[in-house]
C-alpha cells in the first residue's frame, strides 16, 4: 500500500501493487534514459508536455525503489494497462509529493502543544 508520507503513489495491474515514489536516487537514475534532466521533465510535467519517452523514463525510474527489477519496456506495458492517462496523473502525484509546495517546505513544524493548567 502507498504511504503518502513517504512520497508513494501505488496502481494495481492484474492483482499486483506498484509503488512509485521519487527519491534522489530515482531522479537520478531517470537522467540517462530520458537524457534530460529530471528538473526540466518536472516542468514539462506541470507544463502538460511531456513526451512518451519521458513519461516511461520517469514512471520506470519512480518504481525502482520498490520493484528494482523493471525494466524501461516494462514501464511501458504498465502505462499501456493503466492508460497514459493514469500513468500521467501518478508521476505528478509523486513528483509532488518529492516537491512539494514552496509554502508547505517553507513551514516550520507545527507548534509544540501549550502545557495544561
Known amino acids: 500500500m502507498a504511504n503518502p508520507h513517504r512520497g508513494e503513489a501505488s496502481f494495481e495491474v492484474d492483482d499486483k501493487t506498484y509503488r512509485l515514489r521519487f527519491s534522489w536516487n530515482a531522479a537520478a537514475e531517470f537522467e540517462e534514459p530520458a537524457g534530460r534532466s529530471f528538473y ?41 494497462r493503466i492508460g497514459q492517462v493514469e500513468a500521467w496523473g501518478l508521476v505528478r502525484r509523486a513528483i509532488e509529493y518529492f516537491f512539494p509546495p514552496s509554502e508547505a517546505a517553507a513551514s516550520p513544524d507545527p507548534p509544540a502543544p501549550a502545557a495544561s493548567v
Open 40 to 80: 526540466d521533465a518536472a516542468d514539462a510535467l506541470a507544463a502538460g508536455r511531456l513526451s512518451v519517452r519521458t513519461l516511461r523514463a520517469m514512471l520506470w525510474a519512480g518504481l525502482q525503489e520498490h520493484h528494482p527489477g523493471l525494466t524501461l519496456r516494462d514501464a511501458g506495458v504498465l502505462i499501456e
